[in-house]
C-alpha cells in the first residue's frame, strides 16, 4: 500500500521550497504521510514508495540540487512513481499554458520513466542571492508568479493517481 512520498527540491531563494512544501501539505492532507526535503539533504530514498522532485529553473537548467539528486538516486527512483516539476517564469505564461520541461528535465523524464512533469511560475524578489537575480529584480522584473491554486490542483492531481496506485497495486 502507498503510504509514504517524498518531495524534494532544488531551491536558491527558497520559491521552490515553498511550492515543493505546498505539494506536501496537500498530499497529507489526502491522507498520504509525505516530506519536503531538500534534496541536497536526502541521504537516502529507500523508505518512499514514491517521489516528486522540483528544482528552480536558472539560464534553462533545472537547479543543481535537482539535478545532483536524480543522478544519485537515478536507479531507485525509476522504479517508483514520480513526479517533476519546475518553477521559473518571472511572468504569468505558466499560469495560461502548458511549459514544457527543459532539454534536461526532458531526458531525466525519459531515462527515469517519470509521469509527469508541470512548470510553475517562480519568484524572484527584493533580497535575492546572486548577481544576476539582484540585477533582474532591480531592473523591474522579478516579482512573485507561483500560482498556488495550480500547484495545488496539481498536487491533488498527484494525490489522486498515488491513492489509485495504492488501491489497486
Given at each position: 500500500?502507498?503510504?509514504k512520498v517524498l518531495v524534494a527540491?532544488?531551491?536558491t531563494n527558497g520559491s521552490t521550497a515553498r511550492i515543493a512544501e505546498t505539494i506536501?501539505?496537500?498530499l497529507r492532507k489526502k491522507g498520504l504521510s509525505t516530506e519536503a526535503v531538500p534534496a541536497r539533504?536526502?541521504?537516502n530514498v529507500d523508505s518512499y514508495d514514491a517521489v516528486v522532485v522540483g528544482g528552480g529553473l536558472y539560464g534553462g537548467r533545472w537547479h543543481?540540487?535537482?539535478r545532483r539528486f536524480v543522478r544519485r538516486y537515478g536507479r531507485a527512483l525509476a522504479g517508483r512513481p514520480l513526479w517533476l516539476f519546475s518553477s521559473g517564469p518571472l511572468d504569468k505564461s505558466a499560469t495560461y499554458k502548458d511549459i514544457p520541461p527543459v532539454s534536461g528535465v526532458r531526458r531525466v523524464m525519459t531515462r527515469l520513466d517519470a509521469r509527469e512533469h508541470v512548470t510553475f511560475g517562480g519568484c524572484l524578489e527584493d533580497g535575492a542571492k546572486g548577481f544576476v537575480a539582484r540585477?533582474?529584480?532591480s531592473s523591474g522584473k522579478g516579482g512573485d508568479f507561483r500560482d498556488f491554486e495550480r500547484i495545488e490542483?496539481?498536487?491533488t492531481h498527484v494525490g489522486a493517481e498515488l491513492l489509485s496506485v495504492a488501491h489497486t497495486g
Open positions: 500500500m502507498m503510504s527540491y532544488g531551491t506536501a501539505e496537500v539533504a536526502v541521504k543543481k540540487d535537482a540585477k533582474i529584480v490542483k496539481w498536487a
